[in-house]
């Protein structure tokens, strides 16, 4: 994010860096205490914590940042500790979210290191441990997740009264948990289920899964809860909401362009990984109805094929240019991202507050990582 | 838990049955609410509750009983809805535990019926779908679980603010959750890191992965949560813990008796499971501690074979009788049982309280299921 820090004035750059700051720091504190917790009754589960740490040292914390601007833009006090728990939170939640996607999707690379699970396949083999390292990883890394998973909830918690039973802020945590699970379980169901679907319908489903899975919860959620947390009126948690799904929707089709056509340098995942996953995203699901009947059976009997030539990502890349859904996912990018700034600009915040969401709405759906 | 009635007075048990049944209502009426969200906003998704919901019917409802008799013995109401919501979240939470557990553990079965990842991988051949239905199976599971874990929490935070930030009942809550993921891996970690490790520790090992794993939670901290939720004071739930310890640790090694030596038709899971999944229980522990050298060859080189016939499941259990191991861990239990009565009897509980806990531990520790 760093390349948009001119745009911001340097106040609200400071506020934001010391935020990000104090989150690391709140994360980093967390952590250790339960760290310790685990090194005296347990000590070799500790290494649960230090995967844990590791993971959320990374990231570009764009929930957070969305959550503390959404609290300052409902009146919430600078730095406060409920915001800045609150992000500890999100990024908790969204890192139990990746070890267990990471589970699903076999992938090797996260953040540009070893996912977690090849992290304790890695440990299992240079130990030469007994029976199958692949088990033992995914076995750490599923344990690894549910207690980052319990964690976020913790620390949710630990906000207090504000986020208790009954709260709205509550109550968004709660929906973005759910929808987050129902969307990704929504992705692995139109992977297995959708060559046998109608195709005309393909980039519906694929839009709703995009919404479910990620939309809502990397830009809505976060955001209204911020708002909701610092008591925001239900009127501008909506417009919160509405500037942020377009928003949301532009930055995961961003995303998947980028799970095709990224560069493996600055998305720390090797090249076309979506297609070997058989993601069935906005840009396949255009494709599959744009192209003639031969190249939808080509594309349809190479996608989720792990071990997937170099060479063929390279013609199934072509193909989705050619077929025109490059271009047709670029241009949804365009207008949802136009719909959020025009929405942006309607927000009843001050300037401060709408500069920061500027530039973190410019960050989400220009960035190349 | 039927065949314990009789030794229940006429009022207990008719009070029992009552929360037993609230509990049950509670969590088809909150699932069912789940549902119905999903149904109107990802109907594909619902599944993941019908397979949470299915689960949750069966199962002993050993946790929710513990809850609710350390409830009343610290004061609280009959069949508040306080302690009824505390079991709704343990039920879950156990749940959750269950369906992961049998992810990592490869289980094929789960009280009686396909485990969940099992279910999800039959759908999947059902339908004649694309791709690996293992794969499809292991992925539906896990967010079946994560989904289950997060409604667990949810449960618990509508209790109130009893159960809200800082309070005693939520520290408990807590350290179940950090204990039990922390306890499964030790398990985990203990199968595949156990044979490189002094064996002449391996029963201390065993008895500290039950301690996390199952000890604590399953009777441990049901009984203090329920206490400290009705306000008990520090004395009583620290008495509770000191009888409840004990009960946990012999209701472990009775199940680990059962894993190997239990009645397929009552346990609902196939003979000599504990053996093919390679779990290193006390049990296994003692054997390895009292047999020849090339007895523990024999042994080492058999744990953890999925494919074990049962002609050697045969063999182990006959070598396991007669390294003394099966003689060693009945006494353990025996020990254990009388410890835990012991403390029941100084317990300042009612006499109702009192007798239910007694037929609660009767249960645990004397069942064959």
Chains 1, 2 share one sequence.
């Not at 990374?58 to 300052?72: D, E, I, N, T, V």
Request: with cysteine.
């Amino acid at each position: 994010m760093d390349q948009l820090r001119p745009t911001l004035a340097a106040g609200t750059a400071a506020e934001q860096a010391a935020y990000r700051q104090e989150v690391a720091a709140g994360l980093a504190g967390f952590l250790d205490s339960k760290r310790d917790a685990l090194l005296k009754a347990a000590p070799d589960a500790a290494v649960l914590v230090d995967a844990i740490a590791d993971l959320t040292e990374g990231g570009k914390r764009l929930r957070a940042l969305l959550a503390y601007w959404g609290w300052r833009g409902a009146g919430g006090g600078e730095a406060a500790p409920e915001a800045v728990r609150a992000g500890v939170a999100l990024e908790l939640f969204q890192a139990a979210a990746l070890i267990h996607d990471d589970i699903i999707d076999r992938s090797d690379t996260r953040r540009g290191k070893p996912s977690v699970h090849r992290q304790f396949e890695s440990q299992h083999r240079r130990r030469g441990w007994t029976l199958e390292p692949e088990r033992y990883g995914l076995a750490a890394a599923l344990l690894a997740g549910d207690l980052c998973l319990s964690l976020s909830e913790e620390a949710f918690t630990s906000i207090g009264p504000e986020a208790g039973s009954g709260t709205e802020a509550r109550r968004i945590f709660d929906q973005m948990r759910t929808e987050v699970m129902a969307g990704q379980y929504l992705d692995v169901l139109e992977e297995v289920a959708g060559p046998s679907r109608p195709a005309a319908a393909a980039v519906d489903r694929a839009l709703q899964i995009l919404r479910f899975k990620s939309a809502k919860y990397s830009t809505v959620h976060p955001l209204c809860l911020g708002g909701a947390l610092a008591g925001g009126d239900p009127e501008l948690v909506h417009a919160y909401a509405e500037f942020a799904l377009p928003l949301g929707e532009a930055f995961q089709i961003r995303d998947d362009v980028l799970g095709v056509f990224g560069d493996p340098a600055a998305t720390g995942k090797p090249a076309g990984d979506d297609l070997r996953e058989g993601k069935r995203t906005v840009l396949v699901a255009h494709t599959l109805n744009s192209c003639s009947d031969p190249e939808r059976r080509f594309l349809e009997e190479r996608l989720g094929s792990s071990l997937m030539a170099d060479s063929t990502v390279e013609e199934l890349r072509d193909l989705i240019v050619r077929s025109g859904a490059l271009a047709a996912a670029e241009q949804m990018i365009e207008e949802l991202t136009a719909a959020a700034y025009e929405r942006l600009d309607g927000l009843p915040v001050g300037a401060e507050v709408g500069g920061a969401l500027r530039a973190l709405a410019d960050a989400a759906v220009r960035r190349n990582a």
